[in-house]
């Protein structure tokens, strides 16, 4: 081909044969060695043993007559090569790999890129994508083999080339066909992933879906729910038929709602208790918004809390400023939520609570305020208030919580930012890019989930502004403010808690979050480290790496535009300048859309299938005074029932897994083709088995198991 700079042979494909496999994945190594020959060789032609292994998932094979396979070596290419001979009769079939044999007047030399094609055809209107997971290559002559990983969909007029997976940084820097096509790799995929910025909201950039439709790379599976909001409707309307419920009258009512579409572990286990301290106390530590709780050690001045109104609660006989030196006061600000606006008829608090690490080491709460302007219309509640009215400061609480939860614990960092590094990485690195290799896998099915959220459920008037009390204007006010305040690092768990000063298990117990998610950060680290010291021997290798900081620089300038007039800045840097931060980013990238999602995510269902016990909205104001609230308040104030049965929908479909679920530890594919690599899967994979042994073990002793740090619970990458 000329673009390769290699002259063209005169190639056939002299002979294929199509066998089948029944592995949801395969490798070169599971599949019966390559037979094929040649039935009458002529002298001084080349063969060449090509077998082109098609993927399982559905629908990854094509009908088209025209698909092609193009190799090119370092001594001359094979031009395009029909691998289809005739229409449907001998179609690439799914789960199949064909098997060629190719006959050349010239010898290619080493095999270096292999390029497969899908030429447009007018004929068929749809169904002529192909998914390939890699092509291995026989040189028949010295019967050395090669393995190409492709990992793509190869759509109608796509042409598609890759490398071999054991070419090592310096061949594929240095060789110029293997530059040439980088080059054009990454020229092609420009034009498909292009950003799309959110200046109004300050959030991170993400795919122009609007340019073309998703690249098919991003699509979901066939298997997966596509209109996953459907889905999420289909399931109100079952709740809504068992729970037989016309209005809500009673709190039981809302226990019939939570139980309609199953029995989350809250329920099961802990219904009757959710108004006690000490769940409350849990939920902060081990919910799905575990990322707020913060040391005290000074009170802010908006927040007049004295020792004379909690000393009932201190049991050790210390007074507030010496538990607070002690180290067993915590406090949880969401001042974010101030003066943002409802929607007609609904409310949301911005509370200060202040939490208290007990003789029994429980953290309970021990005061609620829940404005931020302190006054006579904003009392201090506390747990020696009576019932009623304790149990309403709680609950607008964990009401403000949910909102802020949705925007800025989970969409914001979890699926924005993710999306961010995956066009990053689509955009900068190729395939051959160690880099690529190790991130890529995370990243699957994010694009598609963010683009239908963006559409059906962040959408203006759309299922977040119909569920939660602020509505759209204070959606995008929240996600603005959020935005601004953004910076890549608080999903790095181990800055978080150490800047939290929440970091000592001695001191605050029981916040298992934190325990499994400094183990599996530390595994994550060392996988990395392991990985990346295969490529970069010094940092001067990562430093003088073009497509790297290439990567760096698009994301820095791109990925997060809103955050370069903030103060706090978004965190990303523009140049990587070292192996230690290279390890940290990654390590970062894949904590963040592995455990990072899983911890904030996949118990929304646990804690939000009882509407008392985290409402998505309020529908009375904050109470002004102590001493009026009762049980029919609690209820007035209560989302109807329209409104609780979406958001329990909504909450259960989020909880669920994909029945084509990657899980931390487990790659579809392999892209590294180096033993030491391969040595470091195999090392990160027993370490997670390890984890996974402690908090089981661990879980026994547990009132309320905390399982979703569970390796085998946490998704390579977010899909939901």
């Known amino acids: 081909m000329a673009s390769y700079n290699v002259p063209e042979g005169k190639c056939t494909v002299c002979k294929r044969d199509q066998k089948h496999y029944y592995e949801d994945c395969v490798d070169s190594t599971t599949l019966e060695q390559f037979k094929l020959t040649a039935d009458a060789k002529k002298p001084d032609h080349f063969y060449y043993g090509v077998r082109i292994v098609t993927g399982a998932e559905a ?210 286990h802990h219904l009757a208790r959710w108004t006690r301290d000490e769940e409350f106390g849990r939920q902060i530590l081990n919910g799905v918004n575990p990322v707020m709780i913060k040391k005290c050690v000074t009170l802010p001045p908006n927040f007049p809390v004295t020792t004379a109104m909690v000393h009932e609660s201190l049991v050790r006989g210390l007074s507030l400023e010496d538990e607070m030196m002690a180290g067993h006061i915590y406090i949880c600000d969401y001042k974010i939520l101030d003066g943002l606006p409802c929607k007609d008829g609904w409310f949301c608090a911005a509370p200060i609570c202040l939490l208290y690490v007990n003789k029994k080491k429980d953290l309970i709460p021990i005061a609620i305020q829940l404005k931020q302007k302190p006054g006579s219309d904003n009392p201090i509640f506390l747990p020696t208030d009576n019932w009623a009215d304790w149990t309403l400061a709680k609950m607008y609480y964990q009401s403000a919580c949910t909102q802020y939860h949705q925007i800025a614990t989970h969409y914001l960092p979890c699926h924005a930012a993710t999306e961010v590094y995956g066009m990053g990485v689509m955009r900068n690195l190729p395939d051959a890019h160690p880099i690529f290799k190790l991130l890529r896998p995370h990243f699957r099915y994010t694009m598609a989930i963010n683009t239908k959220g963006r559409l059906k459920l962040m959408n203006d008037g759309g299922t977040v502004d119909r569920i939660f009390a602020i509505g759209g204007e204070g959606r995008r006010q929240l996600m603005y403010r959020g935005g601004m305040a953004y910076n890549i690092h608080c999903t790095n768990i181990k800055r978080s808690v150490q800047e939290r000063g929440v970091d000592d298990p001695n001191i605050l117990p029981g916040y298992y979050y934190r325990d499994d998610g400094l183990k599996i950060w530390h595994a994550i680290e060392d996988y990395v480290t392991d990985v990346l010291n295969e490529f970069y ?29 903030s103060q706090q800045g978004h965190g990303f840097p523009n140049v990587i300048e070292t192996k230690t931060q290279l390890v940290e980013l990654c390590t970062l990238i894949i904590f963040n859309a592995s455990a990072q999602h899983a911890a904030v995510n996949f118990g929304q269902y646990e804690i939000y299938s009882f509407s008392p016990n985290s409402p998505t909205g309020l529908r009375l104001p904050a109470p002004t005074v102590k001493g009026e609230a009762n049980l029919k308040t609690i209820l007035d104030a209560l989302p109807d029932l329209d409104t609780a049965g979406l958001a329990i929908a909504v909450a259960h479909m989020l909880s669920q897994y994909s029945p084509d679920e990657c899980f931390l530890g487990s790659f579809y594919g392999e892209r590294f083709g180096e033993k030491k690599v391969q040595c470091a899967v195999t090392k990160f994979v027993k370490t997670l088995a390890n984890i996974e042994d402690k908090i089981k073990e661990r879980n026994k002793s547990l009132d309320v198991p905390y399982e979703y740090l569970l390796p085998s619970k946490v998704p390579n990458t977010i899909a939901i």
Not at 101 to 120: C, F, R, T, Y
Not at 146 to 162: K, L, M, R, T, V
Not at 191 to 211: E, H
Not at 537 to 552: C, I, M, R, T
């Open 59 to 268: 629908f990854s094979g094509t009908p088209d007559s025209d698909i092609y396979v193009s190799l090119v070596g370092s001594k001359g290419c094979t031009g395009k090569l029909l691998i289809v001979q005739g229409w449907f009769s001998s179609a690439v079939s799914t789960q199949s790999y064909d098997d060629l044999v190719v006959e050349s007047d010239k010898d290619l030399g080493e095999l270096l890129v292999v390029i497969l094609g899908n030429p447009q055809n007018w004929m068929l209107s749809a169904g002529s994508a192909w998914f390939v997971d890699f092509v291995e290559c026989i040189d028949l002559q010295t019967k050395r083999k090669q393995e190409f990983p492709c990992y793509h969909w190869i759509n109608d007029g796509d042409a598609i080339s890759f490398t071999s997976k054991t070419a090592t940084m310096k061949d594929v820097k240095q060789n110029q066909i293997l530059c040439i096509q980088r080059e054009k790799q990454l020229e092609q995929r420009k034009t498909k992933y292009q950003w799309l910025p959110f200046p109004d909201l300050a959030m991170p950039s993400g795919i122009d879906d609007r340019v073309s439709n998703l690249p098919s790379d991003e699509e979901f599976g066939a298997v997966r729910t596509l209109d996953f909001l459907e889905n999420a409707l289909t399931g109100k309307g079952t709740m809504m038929l068992k729970a037989k419920l016309a209005s809500i009258e009673a709190l039981s009512d809302f226990e019939k709602l939570a139980t309609a579409l199953g029995m989350p572990t809250f329920v099961t």
């Open 537 to 565: 021997s010094s940092d001067g290798d990562v430093k003088n790496d073009p497509e790297l900081q290439n990567f760096a620089r698009d994301i820095y300038m791109n990925g997060f535009p809103g955050h370069h007039g």
